[in-house]
């Protein structure tokens, strides 16, 4: 009789999410830094920075069943059933992050072509964000401080159920089980 593989907890799912976090925080200021050096390049790179946070576990989910801090922390999303998930799933769990993705590029973009040539100084990406902010349109503006509720609605879905599922698992049928235990 084969039993059902344990649900991950959320200290270990919360953990691997910390090591995704710095992994597309460096992937986001190697980005950025290129980003900075001239509004070509920022034209060039914009939208895979903003996509980062929407195609790295969309794309590792999918062909791997799991993330680099997933792999880490000995984690992997499955279906329902316990099954391989695929293309679908995975992009239905990632649907929203890559919504606010969508819009924060839009806003990059947007702000990037207004942004005058000269202020592309090769200065890192966190001085070059602070011209684009007050450039970006109201609705990414709007967007950008909806999505700050995004994460803490997930902690607290996940907290409130036995198999620990968030938000995102429920949108794509999914759930995050232990292996190799």
């Known amino acids: 009789m084969e039993t059902s593989p344990q649900t991950a907890t959320f200290g270990l799912r919360l953990a691997a999410g910390v090591i995704d976090f710095v992994v597309m925080a460096v992937l986001v200021f190697l980005l950025g830094k290129v980003c900075s050096l001239s509004q070509q390049a920022s034209l060039l790179l914009v939208v895979p920075l903003a996509l980062v946070g929407f195609l790295y576990p969309f794309i590792t989910h999918a062909r791997y069943g799991r993330t680099i801090g997933k792999y880490f922390l ?74 700050q509720f995004w994460p803490w609605s997930e902690f607290v879905t996940m907290l409130l159920n036995r198999q620990r599922r968030a938000i995102h698992d429920f949108i794509g049928s999914t759930r995050v089980v232990r292996v190799g235990t």
Request: charge should be positive; glycine fraction near 10%; charged fraction near 15%.
């Open 74 to 147: 000995r984690t992997k999303v499955v279906r329902l059933d316990g099954a391989r998930i695929g293309w679908n799933e995975s992009l239905r769990r990632s649907s929203v992050d890559g919504i606010f993705s969508l819009i924060w590029a839009s806003g990059l973009v947007y702000a990037t072509v207004h942004l005058t040539a000269d202020s592309f100084q090769g200065q890192g990406w966190g001085a070059l964000y602070k011209l684009l902010m007050p450039l970006f349109p109201a609705y990414v503006v709007t967007m950008l401080f909806v999505s």
